[in-house]
């Protein structure tokens, strides 16, 4: 079947924008090949340093004939509303269709030749291209992120005719820049193209052109017995820098090796888009780089690299400008400029926040075994290297070189931990700190930010999360869980919450912890919705009241468990129809209570042997619960299964001798109260 290949061909796309760009590509494209009535076999896009790809496999020559059916008016409608349907659908009264008393009109609709609509549909999707920033050039009105020079536009081997704002369509496409012949060349389908391109020096994949660097420069490094640096990010930058990416490895000045590892690798990643090479044979990194360039050099790059080494010397001249200058100044100079740095207008100054992180590091040391005196002194010191000449050039450096600096200074090693790890984690991939002063240090920082942003209103909403809130309670999620942090997670947000209301002046009755509680529900749900639990099991059990988040992960865990044996469903069935009986009840009056009795008069064996199972249930649910022993609550749940089915197999609830009535109500409500000790099972689906 016919083959549709697209290139909008432009000047140099930033390489951040590419990997968007060629998902935006294919999802409108979809979206209006779908509209158009068309279907396809494979769609594919590319994107690069100067063109967006698309192509299309197996789209038919032309749409399908079809024919829809629209609803009219009654047979026996007023004249009116029939002349009315009549002048919407175009056709006469002898052409509507009558079923059931009911007019229909049939509405034929010839196909479409495929390549007349693909104009229209390429339109579409440049005129609307959701670039983040896009510019206009020369006299015309079209917008893209860089002038666009050429369309290319084939069907089937033949050119789709069309031009946008004086740029016509054809077959035809350029090389590389530099490598590439110099002359435009024509095509006539996909695999004719990408073969040209590639012989002009054009990697259109960006799998291929990630391939070429690493096979290259592991080459480039093994040949001088070095090692890359692995950096997927800055793989994923440079891969859109280059269409013909050719990497070489250069020489940098051994005395900079000096300076922290963290600094020559920004250095070369923020700067110079450079990989780090280190040495296998000790530990750190070697007097080399790896640059990425856009050519094949004919003295195999030594003067690129000697140019290279050159940028790369004067940046890092002035990062040991910084350290050294760093290492005169101080922690207690940087602490008193803090002073004059507003954190935020409502939270006061960063020197105000350090105090209150200090204080509530104190507080939280305890729960996590942490020395108290040191959790309060790495807090102490935690965010003066905001202040320092190294973190004002290298604002990702925070944290780390407050750590280098606090060893320098004397500080024991928990503390410097503490002050270079206080940040994590700062995303699901990032790692949880366990030491636990760090622990101590990382709660309290997060907790104060937590709190004083909802005291003062200013909570996350929809996708707007301008405070990174929602990374803030992920991480404290995070460091509770894989470090086994016991207690009450309002009880830890307490003392926060106390300092900034009183320091700021704030009203005494400022309500954040409910919505903050409910915020930390929400992140917890995400987490665990991730790692495969089903969100209502959470809801189910944070309803009980308990804000413990290891033990709040324990039940669900086993909840989970018991939900998905035999016992765990059909017991969830028996709850609900108990629970659907108990609130019909209620609503005629207040559900009988007192102590449910057995040997009543033709009392039926399954409704006394549900007695004793639910007084069992309960006994063994409350020893298991207060051992913590979830899995074993379950187990005593399950018990109840058996004895539930055939309660409702064998009794009838609703007799009409009242005394049986109430004793049977009794014994639902007895089981919905030791189910509800467990989980709100009420909240969970199913």
């Known amino acids: 079947m016919p083959q549709l290949l697209l290139e909008i061909f432009s000047e140099e796309i930033p390489a951040r924008m590419q990997q968007g760009a060629a998902r935006d590509l294919e999802r409108m494209a979809t979206e209006r090949l779908k509209a158009a009535g068309l279907t396809w076999d494979a769609l594919t896009t590319y994107a690069g340093p100067r063109r967006l790809t698309l192509v299309v496999d197996g789209l038919p020559a032309a749409t399908p004939d079809r024919e829809d059916e629209v609803k009219g008016p009654k047979a026996s409608a007023p004249e009116q509303a029939l002349e009315g349907f009549l002048r919407k659908t175009g056709l006469t009264r002898d052409q509507l269709v009558e079923r059931d008393g009911v007019l229909f009109a049939v509405i034929s609709q010839q196909g479409q030749a495929t390549p007349g609509l693909i104009p229209g549909m390429v339109d579409q999707i440049i005129r609307n291209f959701p670039w983040p920033k896009s510019m206009r050039w020369g006299s015309g009105t079209l917008r893209w992120v860089r002038p666009i020079k050429r369309i290319l536009c084939i069907f089937d081997g033949h050119v789709v005719p069309f031009e946008i704002d004086g740029i016509p369509s054809d077959a035809i496409t350029e090389g590389h820049r530099f490598l590439g012949s110099g002359a435009p060349f024509a095509v006539s389908d996909f695999v004719d193209y990408r073969h040209k391109l590639e012989r002009e020096h ?6 291929d052109r ?3 660097i690493l096979e290259q420069a592991k080459a480039a490094c093994a040949a001088k017995g070095l090692s890359l640096v692995d950096d997927d990010g800055l793989l994923d930058e440079v891969a859109g820098l280059a269409e013909w990416p050719t990497p070489i490895l250069g020489d940098m000045d051994p005395q900079f090796l000096s300076l922290p590892p963290e600094v020559v690798r920004l250095s070369m990643k923020v700067h110079q888009k450079y990989f780090a090479v280190r040495d296998p044979s000790h530990e750190g990194l070697a007097p080399n780089f790896l640059v990425v360039a856009n050519v094949e050099a004919t003295d195999g790059g030594k003067a690129l690299a000697a140019g290279n080494s050159r940028v790369l010397s004067a940046r890092l001249n002035d990062a040991r400008f910084f350290w050294d200058e760093d290492q005169k100044v101080g922690f207690d100079a940087w602490n008193a400029k803090l002073s004059g740095v507003t954190f935020h207008a409502k939270l006061g100054t960063l020197a105000e926040r350090v105090e209150r992180i200090a204080a509530l590091a104190r507080e939280i040391a305890p729960l996590v075994g942490a020395d108290a005196d040191q959790a309060e002194t790495a807090a102490r010191l935690s ?9 004002g050039e290298f604002p990702e450096l925070q944290g780390v070189m407050g750590g280098y600096y606090a060893r320098l200074a004397g500080q024991p090693d928990a ?8 940040y994590k984690p700062q995303g699901p991939a990032d790692t949880v700190p366990t030491a636990p002063v760090t622990v101590a240090v990382a709660l309290a920082d997060k907790l104060d930010t937590l709190v004083g942003f909802f005291a003062i209103d200013e909570k996350p909403t929809g996708s707007k999360d301008p405070f990174a809130l929602r990374r803030a309670a992920l991480g404290v999620i995070r460091l509770v869980l894989e470090n086994g942090v016991r207690g009450s997670l309002v009880e830890m947000m307490k003392p926060a919450g106390t ?6 002046k704030m009203s005494a009755d400022t309500k954040y912890s409910a919505d903050l509680l409910a915020f930390f529900v929400d992140r917890l749900t995400v987490l665990l919705r991730d790692r495969g639990q089903r969100h209502d099991l959470v809801a189910a059990v944070f309803a009980l009241g308990d804000d413990d988040l290891v033990r709040i992960v324990r039940r669900v865990e086993a909840l989970a468990a018991f939900l998905a044996t035999d016992d765990g469903a059909n017991l969830l069935a028996g709850y609900k129809r108990a629970s659907n009986i108990l609130r019909a009840e209620e609503k005629k009056g207040p559900l009988p209570t007192g102590m449910v009795r057995t040997g009543l008069p033709n009392q039926p064996e399954p409704e006394t042997a549900l007695a004793f199972a639910v007084g069992a249930a309960q006994t063994a649910v409350d020893i298991a619960l207060d051992a913590e022993d979830f899995a074993a609550a379950m187990t005593a749940l399950a018990a109840l299964r058996a004895p ?14 009242a005394e049986e009535r109430e004793n049977r109500l009794k014994l639902l409500g007895q089981v919905r109260n030791v189910m509800g000790k467990v989980a709100d099972f009420g909240q969970i689906a199913g």
């Open 202 to 207: 054009v990697l259109i994949d960006v799998a």
């Open 415 to 422: 503390a410097a931990d503490a002050i270079r790890d206080h």
């Open 383 to 391: 965010k003066a290297d905001l202040a320092s000449g190294m973190v």
């Open 644 to 657: 539930v089915d055939a309660f409702f197999t064998d009794v009838l609830v609703n007799s009409d001798v």
């Open 499 to 504: 300092m900034i209301i009183a320091g700021r």
């Open 210 to 212: 990630k391939l070429r």
